[in-house]
């Protein structure tokens, strides 16, 4: 019969046993790794979600590239006349950045004070889309804070305060004219907008920048427009990505992921094991039809295969059984928020999920081999029965 052992294999499988307890075995073998790849996809969605609204987060707030100095600049103009001229160059702006001691009364904080070009920031990040209540304009005492930090200073618009630096003999007096509200806690609790002039001001820049920010057609081209401007400028400025700057966050988030996979892959390990086992007491359980097979022409090769079908059936049930289960939490995640998060750990309150199919193409064909290398040894140990002796009680 052609296929032969494809049709044993399945007639094994459904077929009624002398020892019911290998169903049973097989039964939880399946279940395990359906738990384990349903838990695999969930995980590795939601870690996917946390990367991809931490990104877009970051590059709302920062632009994709920032170029810099040792030294303050003079001007600023040639060099983003340069930038401007690159064809994956979206936009590119000044800005002055520097530490600064915010005080209300008896109650002081420090904060990272940036100064932008009101009228072209649009161009290099999302400010003013995260803008919840009033605008950044010229005035000289203008000043937009972040949500977090009106909460803790108790702020509302039109409320004054004093922002002192180290280049300044006197703190200075500003109001608030606008909130925002990034969903990133560190920059809405530290960071506070003034237009480019009074940024300039209160750091005591006399006309001079700390940097351009450059905004690209797309993000993943950062590492190579980086080259591309470190070439076109020389050595006396230093580019640093969005990704560099934010290195360590990205790196947490990629080895956190990584181990996660690695834990949750011994549950569908465990379960492979499992099926070894239920394969080893069907062999036993099939040792009179093995020893007919055998006698009947049946080569070694083929016995194994058959009990290898077998491994790899179990494995695929329970795989895409768990795919299934996991596609179904991962939209209920989506849809409804059974889980609520603290914003000053994970900076948003419910879980992200985004599923990856790179990520979800691994985690089936990481159960399925383990399945199939889970079935060799009974595969083997059926290729090796002796037919004289299997028959020898029958």
């Given at each position: 019969?052609?296929?032969?052992?494809?049709?044993?294999?399945?007639?094994?499988?459904?077929s009624?046993?002398?020892?019911?307890?290998?169903?049973?075995?097989?039964?939880?073998?399946?279940?395990?790794?359906?738990?384990?790849?349903?838990?695999?996809?969930?995980?590795?969605?939601?870690?996917?979600?946390?990367?991809?609204?931490?990104?877009?987060?970051?590059?709302?707030t920062r632009?994709?590239?920032?170029?810099?100095?040792?030294?303050?600049?003079?001007?600023?103009t040639?060099?983003?006349?340069?930038?401007?001229?690159?064809p994956?160059?979206?936009?590119?702006?000044?800005?002055?950045?520097?530490?600064?001691?915010?005080?209300?009364?008896?109650?002081?904080?420090?904060v990272?004070?940036?100064?932008?070009d009101?009228?072209?920031?649009?161009?290099?990040?999302?400010?003013?889309?995260?803008?919840?209540?009033?605008?950044?304009?010229?005035?000289?005492?203008?000043?937009?804070?972040?949500?977090?930090?009106?909460?803790?200073?108790?702020?509302?618009?039109?409320?004054?305060?004093?922002?002192?630096?180290?280049?300044?003999?006197?703190?200075?007096?500003?109001?608030?004219?606008?909130?925002?509200?990034?969903g990133?806690?560190?920059?809405?609790?530290?960071?506070i907008?003034?237009?480019?002039?009074?940024?300039?001001?209160?750091?005591?820049?006399?006309?001079?920048?700390?940097?351009?920010?450059?905004y690209?057609?797309?993000?993943?081209?950062?590492?190579?427009?980086?080259?591309?401007?470190?070439?076109?400028?020389?050595?006396?400025?230093?580019?640093r990505?969005?990704?560099?700057?934010?290195?360590?966050?990205?790196?947490?988030?990629?080895?956190?992921?990584?181990?996660?996979?690695?834990?949750l892959?011994?549950i569908?390990?465990?379960?492979?094991?499992n099926?070894?086992?239920?394969?080893?007491?069907?062999?036993?359980?099939?040792?009179?039809?093995?020893?007919v097979?055998?006698a009947?022409?049946?080569?070694?090769?083929?016995l194994?295969?058959?009990?290898?079908?077998?491994?790899?059936?179990?494995?695929?049930?329970?795989?895409?059984?768990?795919?299934?289960?996991?596609?179904?939490?991962?939209?209920?995640?989506?849809?409804?928020?059974?889980?609520?998060?603290?914003?000053?750990?994970?900076?948003?309150?419910?879980?992200?999920?985004?599923?990856?199919?790179?990520?979800?193409?691994?985690?089936?064909?990481v159960?399925?081999?383990?399945?199939?290398?889970?079935?060799?040894?009974?595969?083997?140990?059926?290729?090796?029965?002796?037919?004289?002796?299997?028959?020898?009680?029958?």
């Amino acid at each position: 019969m052609k296929n032969f052992e494809w049709f044993i294999a399945k007639r094994y499988l459904w077929s009624k046993r002398r020892h019911p307890f290998v169903g049973v075995v097989s039964t939880i073998s399946v279940l395990g790794i359906c738990v384990g790849v349903a838990a695999l996809v969930v995980v590795l969605a939601v870690m996917n979600g946390f990367d991809e609204d931490l990104k877009k987060r970051i590059i709302g707030t920062r632009a994709h590239l920032v170029i810099e100095k040792v030294e303050p600049f003079n001007d600023a103009t040639p060099v983003i006349e340069k930038v401007r001229q690159m064809p994956f160059v979206a936009g590119a702006s000044a800005f002055v950045e520097g530490q600064a001691l915010v005080q209300i009364g008896e109650w002081g904080t420090g904060v990272l004070v940036r100064g932008v070009d009101t009228a072209k920031e649009r161009s290099v990040s999302r400010f003013y889309d995260y803008l919840t209540h009033g605008t950044l304009s010229e005035r000289p005492d203008g000043v937009v804070v972040g949500s977090e930090l009106a909460k803790r200073a108790r702020l509302e618009m039109g409320s004054k305060f004093f922002i002192a630096t180290q280049n300044t003999k006197k703190p200075s007096a500003y109001t608030v004219e606008g909130i925002f509200s990034s969903g990133m806690y560190e920059y809405d609790s530290n960071l506070i907008f003034l237009n480019l002039s009074a940024a300039q001001n209160l750091f005591n820049l006399n006309g001079q920048v700390s940097g351009v920010s450059v905004y690209l057609k797309k993000a993943e081209m950062a590492d190579d427009v980086k080259k591309e401007l470190i070439g076109k400028l020389g050595g006396a400025y230093y580019v640093r990505t969005w990704m560099e700057m934010n290195h360590s966050l990205f790196s947490a988030l990629k080895l956190e992921k990584i181990v996660m996979f690695l834990i949750l892959a011994l549950i569908i390990l465990v379960a492979c094991l499992n099926i070894a086992g239920s394969l080893t007491i069907m062999v036993m359980d099939k040792t009179k039809d093995i020893g007919v097979m055998k006698a009947l022409g049946a080569t070694p090769l083929s016995l194994m295969k058959i009990f290898s079908w077998d491994g790899l059936m179990l494995g695929c049930i329970g795989s895409v059984t768990g795919f299934a289960a996991g596609l179904g939490i991962c939209f209920l995640l989506k849809e409804y928020s059974f889980v609520e998060l603290p914003k000053e750990i994970y900076y948003i309150e419910r879980l992200p999920v985004s599923i990856s199919s790179q990520d979800t193409i691994i985690v089936l064909l990481v159960a399925v081999l383990l399945s199939f290398v889970s079935a060799l040894y009974p595969a083997v140990m059926a290729g090796r029965l002796d037919p004289v002796k299997a028959l020898r009680y029958e």
